[in-house]
């Protein structure tokens, strides 16, 4: 790579070695040390970029000397520049009476044995300090010069040499890439997955089953009031249910025995997932291997399942309870909503929040990102329906998805894109009604309808949305044909209110749970024939 070559591409000039240092981003980004300093080494490229070149800047001016030398081991600074800003952080500690320390940065760091072998009287005069362990500043600092003034001159310095760029450049490249093969018409519009290696779809055998409503009893968890489940849900991989409680823990069980999972060793030696307040919502990443969750007392948190980690902590995400959450395609961000009746969006990688989202009046129940991940969408409590843009910020639209006027706003409690339509809505407020609403008409195309008027309180959708589900508030489950509109099976499913639904990715299940502090699991009757 000593001759970096380039790649002509509609007369794009595509130079290698940018190549390489998108590469490099990638396994900087995701923590793969060995692989960096192997490729950077047998290439001769670096990156010289900081995550925040601001941040860094500021620790080198602040004095943070830490920090500066975990960030510059991983940068190709000249030689001059790498000596004078050791020589400063020696200086520095040997004032501080940091001997040990200053030692070690002496004898055992590349920078300095430049400087023993080519400035040595430069050299020795830090040795002979470090010896006499006393220090006199104006031995180092010119007329004039004070610390701050010197630290202040190594920021100009390494301006130069350092830069920073977007993160994820690979990922958001490869994807502008597929959104254009989409474009183009190189790749359907409706696929979802791409094996970029190959170039081609994957081929996968979906073993799902045949979709059938569920209607029989199959296991009952029994919970208490301190530790009863305020949300559930099943991992989109198929393999756990996993229950958010009051009590803060996060459970992950096996559907099939009605058990804890005795698969995950965290588990079996009593070590939970939790937080220190009430679980109002889980969000899983696309392939379920990543799990986040938010707490009354405004916190957020990321776990790998398989470990029960905790990667990341947003404390606080919010000024209040963290109600809604939903990973991004690619599982860097985060967006949330919540009871202070705003939306955020938050890096993973970075920790903070990205974007806030302001504009509703009430709760924020329920958000989402559309296909393209370039607008959101949101309900709340305020009765409204608002679509944001991404980037912006700015909210676009406001949807009151009603079809009566009424003199209070009807609560908002959930909405759901539908996969065939994904311009459309499913909207489920505190009405006997569940709604399809438009988003570019805003025109309300079909409804579901409880009986006797009685307010619907969740719903969930099947797998291939052919089916809805609705529990309205004397607990009964409503099984909708979604096509048709009609009513299938009606049922009793709790005996004190359903708090939430969700059902399996694969197979005819329904949990379900209530304040009769009950988990139960729903299955299909395989002798039923409710095939579309």
């Not at 010197?150 to 890439?177: A, D, F, H, Y």
């Not at 379900?512 to 039923?528: Q, V, Y």
Request: aromatic share 8%; glycine share 4%; with cysteine.
């Amino acid at each position: 790579m000593s001759n970096p070559t380039s790649i002509t591409h509609h007369n794009i000039e595509i130079q290698s070695q940018d190549v390489v240092k998108l590469i490099l981003q990638f396994l900087k980004e995701n923590s793969l040390g060995n692989s960096l300093t192997a490729l950077q080494e047998e290439t001769g490229i670096y990156l010289n970029t900081v995550d925040s070149k601001e941040t860094f800047l500021n620790d080198v001016k602040n004095g943070n000397w830490d920090s500066v030398l975990t960030v510059v081991s991983t940068l190709r600074l000249s030689t001059t520049l790498l000596m004078d800003l050791y020589e400063q952080i020696i200086v520095e500690l040997l004032h501080l009476k940091e001997y040990e320390l200053c030692k070690y940065l002496i004898r055992k760091t590349e920078p300095l044995n430049h400087m023993k072998l080519n400035q040595q009287e430069r050299y020795l005069k830090l040795e002979n300090h470090l010896q006499r362990e006393y220090i006199d500043l104006g031995d180092f600092y010119k007329y004039g010069i004070t610390t701050e003034k010197r630290r202040k001159q190594l920021v100009e310095q390494l301006s130069n040499e350092i830069t920073t760029v977007p993160s994820s450049r690979l990922l958001s490249l490869l994807s502008q890439s597929l959104h254009w093969q989409k474009h183009q018409g190189v790749i359907p519009n409706d696929c979802m997955e791409f094996d970029l290696f190959k170039g081609e779809i994957p081929f996968k055998k979906i073993e799902s089953e045949e979709e059938q409503i569920p209607t029989i009893l199959d296991k009952t968890i029994k919970f208490n009031n301190k530790n009863k489940p305020e949300t559930i849900k099943f991992s989109p991989d198929s393999k756990y249910l996993l229950t958010g409680s009051m009590d803060g823990f996060i459970e992950v069980w096996d559907y099939n025995t009605g058990k804890l999972s005795k698969s995950l060793a965290y588990q079996s030696n009593d070590d939970f997932m939790m937080h220190d307040d009430a679980i109002l919502c889980i969000a899983f990443s696309k392939d379920g291997e990543f799990l986040a969750t938010g707490s009354l007392d405004n916190k957020i948190k990321v776990w790998q399942i398989k470990s029960g980690k905790c990667l990341r902590k947003f404390e606080p995400a919010h000024t209040n309870g963290v109600t809604c959450l939903q990973f991004s395609k690619n599982s860097t961000q985060i967006l949330s909503g919540s009871f202070d009746s705003s939306l955020k969006i938050h890096g993973l990688k970075s920790g903070k929040a990205l974007k806030i989202f302001r504009g509703h009046q009430s709760f924020v129940n329920d958000c989402c990102y559309n296909q393209d991940e370039d607008r959101i969408i949101s309900c709340s409590s305020d009765g409204k329906i608002k679509i944001w843009d991404a980037k912006t910020s700015d909210c676009l639209q406001t949807i009151t998805p009603t079809s009566v006027v009424t003199v209070k706003d009807i609560s908002i409690r959930s909405i759901t894109i539908l996969l065939k339509n994904p311009e459309f809505l499913l909207v489920c407020n505190s009405s006997p009604q569940i709604s399809i609403v438009s988003m570019k008409s805003q025109i309300i195309s079909k409804t579901f309808t409880s009986e006797n008027s009685k307010t619907f309180l969740c719903c969930t959708l099947s797998p291939l949305q052919n089916y809805l589900y609705a529990v309205d508030e004397d607990n009964i489950l409503y099984s909708f044909d979604f096509n048709s509109g009609a009513l299938l099976n009606k049922f009793k499913i709790h005996d004190q209110e359903v708090i939430s639904i969700s059902h399996h990715p694969t197979r005819n299940l329904l949990a379900t749970t209530g304040s009769d502090c009950l988990l139960k699991i729903w299955k299909s009757n395989p002798n039923d024939n409710n095939e579309k």
